[in-house]
């Protein structure tokens, strides 16, 4: 219990990490005279990064030792958030961000690991994992409003100082309650493949938090977008040549996994540019104290913490589709609801909207993760996990650099302006809503599913296969 107590810390800051930043934006901007690109790269640094990482984070930790890299995850962590604390320029703050982040990208996973292995009970195993996902919710949810009251009561900088003494003691605790392990047999290291990876991602989120500045159909932005190209198409012609690819392309085979990435990508990409430009709003447009602005999202963490465990449980039962469908209608509502949003908003409705996006977003995540996991032998299923994590730090990533991108120049204008602008990204989330629908409809049917049993077939068969629930709500194995 004490070392999952310990893994749970590190999900916490991480987590609240994540979002808890977005709250402070307004503050930063006035403080250090920050762009608007600079702001979106303040929270893009640090999801970038941690996605560009977080699949080499597993492996490493298998070959190396999971208690090591996870302290040198949390050192790391804590350095950085210490170096953003004491940031004099945006440009350090970003830098510091990416130190964050290298360091977030060695905790989350490996800590997963961690706890796979102390747990050995299948039964302690189960709750054990409950408690860590509940955490998660309770992280991402938590952000907003303990990044509020932070910004009003001592500074945007204290949001950064409050992680140090955590980490201290996480890596105290680590040294003294968590047993060294490795994996009997560790992935490769494929570099080729971590910085095509990390090529891929820089290069298209550059271009698209640079554009309204280069132009964009600028020769800069052009070239970005065609380096960015290039680099996937290499990408998918070097990694199944490798023995151990970074990336494993077999999964995708598997129509559920595929879905589950899609969706993984698409519902955070609505999730990232919810915080964005709700933060913009709230505070710029409205007026709002950081604390009231972060008071206001109360629903959607509410939602995330409340659905979150209940959509598990749905899914243990009778499998993604209905969470997936839920997710999609209340988010395609909600997108809905915010096209009509002005400066004016009545606060009721303004909650009801909020109500109605905590409900898709506490609902989508666990089947994201089943999808990615199931059909897949138990060997692979951490790698499988690990793309999906690497799926919703890339969706968040890109949210927050295409909502930036196309209402970011109006800020400077009246409220009524931002909020026009706004128009164009709420109805792209109330397309996310649709397609995240339409992938519950098809990544469930009996086709999707018998996909997923041939893509698990390619790791060596059946026999290490864990049980994937039907749409029926019959066992498939």
Not at 154 to 174: C, D, E, L, M, Q
Not at 419 to 441: D, E
């Amino acid at each position: 219990m004490l070392v999952l107590a310990i893994c749970c810390t590190s999900l916490l800051v991480v987590g609240m990490d994540a979002t808890i930043v977005n709250v402070a934006l307004p503050a930063l901007r006035r403080d250090l005279n920050a762009s608007v690109s600079s702001l979106q790269w303040t929270i893009g640094a640090y999801t970038l990064v941690l996605a560009s990482f977080l699949m080499l984070a597993g492996s490493t930790a298998d070959r190396l030792g999971r208690r090591r890299t996870f302290q040198v995850g949390l050192a790391s962590f804590g350095l950085g958030s210490l170096l953003c604390s004491l940031a004099p320029t945006v440009g350090w703050l970003i830098a510091a961000r990416a130190l964050q982040a290298i360091g977030g990208s060695m905790l989350n996973p490996v800590a997963m690991s961690i706890i796979t292995n102390t747990f050995t009970d299948r039964v302690e195993r189960a709750k054990a994992i409950g408690v860590w996902g509940g955490v998660q919710g309770l992280a991402l949810g938590l952000g907003p409003v303990v990044g509020g009251a932070l910004v009003d009561s001592a500074g945007w900088r204290s949001i950064f100082w409050i992680n140090v003494p955590i980490v201290v003691a996480a890596i105290v605790g680590t040294a003294i309650f968590v047993p060294e392990s490795r994996a009997a047999r560790a992935r490769r290291f494929d570099p080729v493949g971590q910085g095509l990876v990390i090529l891929v991602l820089g290069t298209v989120v550059y271009a698209i938090i640079e554009a309204p500045r280069l132009g964009w159909t600028s020769t800069e932005t052009l070239a970005l977008f065609g380096v960015s190209l290039v680099a996937l198409v290499t990408l998918l012609i070097y990694e199944p040549r490798h023995t151990d690819p970074l990336l494993e392309l077999r999964f995708f085979r598997s129509v559920p996994f595929s879905g589950a990435t899609l969706t993984a990508v698409v519902g955070f990409c609505a999730y990232g540019s919810f915080l964005f430009l709700n933060t913009l709003y709230l505070q710029d447009v409205r007026g709002f104290t950081a604390l009231q602005a972060g008071l206001c999202t109360l629903p959607v963490a509410v939602l995330i913490v409340v659905m979150a465990p209940i959509s598990g449980r749905v899914v243990g039962r009778w499998g993604t589709r209905v969470p997936l469908l839920v997710a999609g209608t209340a988010m395609a509502l909600a997108g809905l609801a915010f096209t009509w949003l002005t400066p004016h908003t009545p606060l009721i409705a303004l909650l009801g909207v909020y109500v109605l996006f905590g409900l898709g977003q506490g609902t989508i995540n666990p089947p994201i993760t089943n999808s990615a996991v199931s059909g897949m032998p138990r060997s692979m299923a951490g790698v499988a996990a690990s793309v999906a994590s690497t799926s919703r730090q890339t969706g968040t990533t890109l949210g927050v650099a295409v909502s930036g991108s196309l209402v970011g120049a109006t800020l400077a204008q009246s409220g009524l302006a931002f909020t026009t602008a706004t128009h164009t990204v709420w109805w792209g989330v109330a397309g996310v809503g649709v397609f995240v629908a339409v992938l519950g409809l098809v990544t469930t049917s009996r086709w999707a599913l018998d996909t997923a049993g041939r893509a698990s077939a390619l790791f060596g068969g059946f026999e290490d296969v864990p049980v994937m629930p039907a749409r029926s709500g019959t066992a498939v194995s």
